[in-house]
C-alpha cells in the first residue's frame, strides 16, 4: 500500500454501508456526510449525533515524571490536573507559535492521555518526544490503540445511560472515567466540540463497529442520526472554538489569539516558549493584536476562510473560517479584526467577496450558546 493511500479507520465500511460522502481528511479517509449537512447539524443542536472521531491523534505519556514532562512541554499547568479530570491546552514552539491545540487526559496519578488533532499529530509525538531528554517518562504512540466515537446533543446523556452503568451524572465537563459502554470497555469522556453536551468514547478499534451499532439502536427512538465532518464544522463554528489551520496557527502565539488564559505562567520551572510568551503577553497588553470576533452577514453570501475584512475601504482583518449557520439561517464568520473594529456593533463593516464587499455585523463569540 502506498503511503499516499488515506488511512482508513475501523469504522470505514460501516460508514460507506450507510451511503457516506466521504473525503480525504489530514490523510484520513472521513465521512463528510451521510445525507443533508443541515439535517445532522440540527440533530445534534435538538436530539443527538453520532461521529467517527478516530483520525484523532492519541499519545500516551507514562512514568514517574510524566506530570513534569508535561509541564515543560506544554503550557498549561498539567501537573494540577487532578486525575479523571481533562484539560484544554497548547503546544507552543520556543518562539510561542502554536503547534497544536490540545486536551490532555489525566488516567492516573503517573499516566496521561494528550489528543491532538489529525494533521498535528506527527507534529507533536515528535515534539513530545523531543522534548521528553531528560526525564523520567515515556511517550507512546498510541493512535492505532484507539478508535473515537462522539455522541454529541442534549439526548445523549439518557442515549449513553442506557447502555453504561458508568456515573454519567457525577461525570463532569471535562473529565473523563473508564467504564462499560454495551459491554465494550471504554474511556468515557465528557468532552466534545459542538457547543453541546455530549460525550466522546475511547474504545479499541476492534469494538468500534459493534459500540456504534449499540449506540444507533439505543438513540433510535430519541432521533440520533450519523453525522459527518461537515456538519462538526459549522456545529464548533457556531459555538466559537477555534480550529487549527484557520483560527491557531505556528505564525501566532496563544495571546495572538485571544486564548493567553491557557498560559500559565504561575507553573514552576522553565516551559517550552515561556520566555517568548511573557514577551507576547507583555506586548498584547500594550500594543493589542487583532481580536478574533463573529461577523453576521446581512445579506446571503458566504465569506471563506482567507477573505478581506474591511472597513473604509481598508482592509482591517482577515475572515479564518466560514459558513451558512443552520441555527442563525445566516452566513456566519470567525475573522481577526484591529483592535480598534473588534466591538461588537462596529459600524461599518464589511467582507470583501470577490470584489464585492457585503455588509457585516460584528458580535462577540460564540453565535450559540446552549442552555444549560
Not at 514532562?69 to 506544554?74: E, K, T, W
Not at 439518557?158 to 453504561?164: F, P
Not at 498560559?263 to 507576547?280: I, M, P, Q, S, Y
Amino acid at each position: 500500500m502506498s503511503s499516499t493511500e488515506p488511512r482508513r479507520t475501523a469504522l470505514d465500511a460501516l460508514h460507506r454501508s450507510l451511503g457516506a460522502t466521504m473525503t480525504d481528511f489530514a490523510g484520513w479517509d472521513m465521512p463528510l456526510r451521510y445525507g443533508s449537512e443541515r439535517d445532522e447539524h440540527n440533530a445534534v443542536r435538538t436530539r443527538a449525533g453520532l461521529f467517527d472521531l478516530s483520525h484523532m491523534g492519541e499519545i500516551t505519556v507514562t512514568g514517574p515524571q510524566a506530570a513534569a514532562l508535561l509541564d515543560y512541554a506544554l503550557v498549561g499547568n498539567i501537573g494540577g490536573v487532578k486525575a479523571g479530570r481533562a484539560r484544554y491546552t497548547m503546544i507552543c514552539r520556543a518562539d510561542g507559535g502554536i503547534l497544536d491545540d490540545l486536551i490532555v487526559y489525566r488516567l492516573a496519578e503517573t499516566e496521561y492521555m494528550v489528543v491532538a488533532n489529525a494533521s498535528n499529530a506527527q507534529v507533536v509525538l515528535d515534539a513530545l518526544v523531543d522534548r521528553s531528554a531528560g526525564f523520567d517518562a515515556e511517550v507512546r504512540d498510541d493512535r492505532d490503540a484507539y478508535a473515537l466515537i462522539a455522541v454529541q446533543g442534549p439526548e445523549s446523556p439518557g442515549i449513553l445511560g442506557s447502555l453504561t452503568d458508568a456515573g454519567l451524572d457525577g461525570l463532569k465537563y471535562y473529565a473523563g472515567l473508564p467504564g462499560t459502554v454495551a459491554g465494550v470497555p471504554a474511556l468515557i469522556a465528557r468532552t466534545g466540540y459542538t457547543g453541546e453536551d455530549g460525550f466522546e468514547l475511547f474504545v479499541k478499534p476492534e469494538d468500534a463497529v459493534e459500540l456504534w451499532q449499540a449506540l444507533t439502536k439505543a438513540g433510535e427512538g430519541a432521533g440520533l442520526i450519523p453525522c459527518g465532518l461537515s456538519c462538526r464544522d459549522t456545529l464548533r463554528l457556531e459555538a466559537g472554538m477555534p480550529l487549527y489551520g484557520h483560527e491557531l496557527t505556528t505564525s501566532q502565539t496563544p495571546f495572538d489569539a485571544g486564548l493567553g488564559r491557557v498560559v500559565k505562567f504561575e507553573k514552576e520551572g522553565d516551559f517550552v516558549g515561556r520566555e517568548a510568551l511573557t514577551e507576547a503577553a507583555r506586548r498584547a497588553e500594550t500594543n493589542p493584536p487583532r481580536v478574533l470576533v463573529g461577523l453576521i452577514a446581512e445579506g446571503r453570501r458566504v465569506p471563506r476562510a482567507g477573505y478581506p475584512v474591511v472597513a473604509g475601504g481598508e482592509v482591517i482583518g482577515e475572515v479564518t473560517s466560514g459558513a451558512p449557520s443552520p441555527t442563525l439561517d445566516k452566513p456566519i464568520a470567525m475573522a481577526y479584526v484591529d483592535a480598534a473594529h473588534s466591538a461588537p456593533g462596529t459600524a461599518g463593516v464589511g467582507v470583501d467577496i470577490r470584489g464585492s464587499h457585503e455588509p457585516y455585523e460584528v458580535v462577540a463569540l460564540p453565535f450559540y450558546k446552549r442552555q444549560k
